[in-house]
C-alpha cells in the first residue's frame, strides 16, 4: 500500500524566481495543500542554455543560494536539482515524464508556465503537456503568463532592464530590488582617499547594472544600511584592476567589512557614470549623490 502523500511538482529553470515563475510555485503550493499533498520544485543546474546553446547562453540573475532562499519563500516544501545533460535534452518528450514518475512515485499533478519546454528538440510544450501525461497518470497545469505594462514578465526582459541601470522596472518584475552577492575585498581605496570609505563587494555573478550610481541597501548583522553604490565603467582603463568590484558607502555605518560576504539590493540610478576633472569635483558630486540618497532612505 502506497501511504506516500501526493506530490504537485513545478519545473522550470526559475532564475531569478520573478513574479511569473512566483506564480507557477504558488499554484504548486495550493494545489498540494488542496489534495493534502506535498508541492515541490524541480529545476535544472546548470541552466539549460549553457547546455544547448552555451555561446549565447545568458547571464544569470542569481546564484543558486539565492533561488533556493525565494522559491522556499512561496511556500515550497521541497527543491529538487536534476543535472541537466545532452544526454537528458534528447530524452523524446514522454520518455523524459515516464523518468520523472519513476524518481517521484507519488508524482500526480505537474505545473509549469506557458513557455515551458521539454524534450528532444524541444518537442514537448504546454500543449503536449497534457496528452503526453495522461498515460502516466499524471495531470498538468498550465499557468498563463504574468505580464507587467502589457507584456510578458521574463527573465530576459529583467536582464535588458539591469545592464540599462532601470532598477525600477527589474524590481517590479521581479517582486524585490534585485540584488547581488559577494565578498568584500581590497579594492582601489579610492574613496578612502576622499574621505568617503567604500566596501568592496565582488559579486558571485558577472551580470551588472549600468555603470553609474545607485541608491541600494545593505545587511550587515541583521540591520539594513542604505548605501550608495558605484558601478565602474569596465571601458575605463583606470578600473582594469579593481573593475569587477562594485564600490558601496554604507551610510551611518563604521566598521571592518572585509571577507564578510554581503548582499546588496539595487533601488534606483541616480546618475550615469561620469570621469571627474579633479579630486574635489568628484568629492562634491559624491556627498550630492549621497545626500540624495540619505533623502530617498528617510
Known amino acids: 500500500m502506497n501511504n506516500l502523500r501526493p506530490l504537485i511538482l513545478a519545473i522550470g529553470q526559475f532564475d531569478g524566481?520573478?513574479?511569473?515563475?512566483?506564480?507557477?510555485?504558488?499554484?504548486?503550493?495550493?494545489?498540494?495543500?488542496?489534495?493534502g499533498g506535498t508541492a515541490a520544485c524541480l529545476t535544472f543546474t546548470p541552466h539549460v542554455a549553457r547546455v544547448l546553446n552555451p555561446a549565447h547562453a545568458p547571464f544569470l540573475l542569481a546564484t543558486a543560494e539565492q533561488n533556493r532562499r525565494w522559491m522556499l519563500e512561496?511556500?515550497?516544501?521541497?527543491?529538487?536539482?536534476?543535472?541537466?545533460?545532452?544526454?537528458l535534452a534528447a530524452y523524446p518528450p514522454g520518455v523524459f515524464l515516464g523518468e520523472l514518475k519513476t524518481r517521484f512515485p507519488n508524482l500526480r499533478e505537474i505545473v509549469v508556465g506557458e513557455n515551458f519546454t521539454f524534450g528532444k528538440n524541444r518537442e514537448g510544450n504546454h500543449d503536449t503537456l497534457p496528452t503526453l501525461a495522461e498515460p502516466l497518470s499524471l495531470s498538468a497545469r498550465i499557468v498563463p503568463h504574468v505580464q507587467w505594462r502589457g507584456q510578458t514578465i521574463s527573465s530576459t526582459r529583467i536582464r535588458t532592464a539591469i545592464v540599462e541601470g532601470d532598477m525600477e522596472a527589474a524590481?517590479?518584475?521581479?517582486?524585490?530590488?534585485?540584488?547581488m552577492t559577494g565578498a568584500v575585498g581590497h579594492g582601489r581605496e579610492y574613496g578612502r582617499t576622499l574621505g568617503i570609505p567604500t566596501a568592496n563587494l565582488f559579486p558571485d555573478l558577472p551580470i551588472r547594472p549600468a555603470p553609474g550610481v545607485y541608491a541600494a541597501r545593505m545587511e550587515v548583522d541583521g540591520i539594513s544600511y542604505a548605501a550608495g553604490?558605484?558601478?565602474?565603467?569596465?571601458?575605463?582603463?583606470?578600473q582594469a584592476l579593481f573593475g569587477t568590484a562594485v564600490e558601496a558607502h554604507l551610510l551611518d555605518f563604521s566598521g571592518d567589512l572585509y571577507d564578510r560576504?554581503?548582499?546588496?539590493?539595487?533601488?534606483?540610478?541616480?546618475?550615469?557614470y561620469h570621469c571627474f576633472s579633479s579630486p574635489q569635483e568628484a568629492i562634491t558630486q559624491i556627498h550630492a549623490d549621497l545626500d540624495a540618497i540619505r533623502r530617498d532612505a528617510e
Do not use: N, W, Y
Not at 17 to 35: D, M, N, P, S, Y
Open 261 to 272: 560576504m554581503l548582499e546588496m539590493a539595487f533601488l534606483r540610478r541616480v546618475r550615469g
Open 171 to 179: 524590481a517590479a518584475m521581479l517582486g524585490r530590488a534585485f540584488s
Open 74 to 87: 512561496t511556500g515550497v516544501d521541497d527543491i529538487h536539482l536534476l543535472p541537466f545533460t545532452a544526454e
Open 229 to 238: 553604490a558605484f558601478i565602474p565603467d569596465p571601458a575605463d582603463a583606470r
Open 17 to 35: 524566481v520573478h513574479c511569473g515563475h512566483q506564480k507557477i510555485l504558488r499554484t504548486a503550493v495550493e494545489t498540494a495543500r488542496f489534495h
